[in-house]
């Protein structure tokens, strides 16, 4: 069965960063585009970031560009996103998701494999 399980969350200071850990098994991360999305209360889901099949090609909403990094680590079977610069529109839930490589990786419905979600939050 081809899970997630998401790490990393929690509260962190405006202007913190904060480092999301996606560890899958039951299927290989490198086979698969790895999107990353968020969803704060009462929003849609929005994708973030996502690193893709062919050529680990990255992309970014412009919200994050900039300020978010997304990797992989094969011999983890680990994908991460690295968020520095947390500002109060970051906070959600944020979620990772496995799917092929499509040019509109923003969408939610073109993913397979679902995490849980980890929460983030940016107070002082």
């Known amino acids: 069965q081809p899970q997630f399980v998401e790490s990393g969350g929690g509260l962190v200071q405006p202007g913190g960063s904060l480092r999301l850990s996606c560890a899958a098994s039951?299927?290989?991360?490198?086979?698969?585009?790895i999107g990353w999305f968020r969803q704060a209360p009462g929003k849609e889901k929005e994708g973030v970031a996502c690193?893709?099949?062919?050529?680990?090609?990255?992309h970014y909403a412009d919200s994050v560009k900039g300020r978010f990094t997304v990797s992989r680590d094969n011999a983890k079977n680990t994908v991460y996103l690295q968020m520095n610069g947390l500002n109060p529109g970051d906070p959600a839930v944020y979620f990772c998701?496995?799917?092929?490589?499509?040019?509109?990786?923003?969408?939610?419905?073109?993913?397979?494999?679902w995490g849980q979600g980890t929460p983030v939050t940016v107070s002082s």
């Open positions: 690193i893709g099949f062919t050529d680990d090609i990255t």
């Open positions: 039951g299927f290989t991360v490198d086979y698969y585009a």
């Open positions: 998701a496995a799917g092929y490589d499509t040019d509109t990786w923003y969408a939610p419905e073109e993913f397979d494999y």
